[in-house]
């Protein structure tokens, strides 16, 4: 799964080897991302790191 800021494009921002099929994914307000898999749900917060 890749994840990206659309106010820089051209530039992804990270990428998470979830280690299965996305059969489905959401995003909240607060940047939580679930992500559905064959072998269950992965609950993941994203948080900005910047230089």
Do not use: K, Q, Y
């Not at 939580?32 to 948080?47: E, I, K, N, P, Y």
Request: overall charge negative; proline content about 4%.
């Amino acid at each position: 799964m890749r994840v990206w800021d659309l106010a820089r494009p051209g530039s992804w921002t990270t990428e998470i080897h979830i280690g299965s099929g996305i059969n489905g994914f959401t995003v909240d307000h607060a940047g939580r991302v679930c992500v559905a898999t064959d072998m269950g749900v992965v609950a993941l917060s994203l948080t900005e790191v910047r230089p």
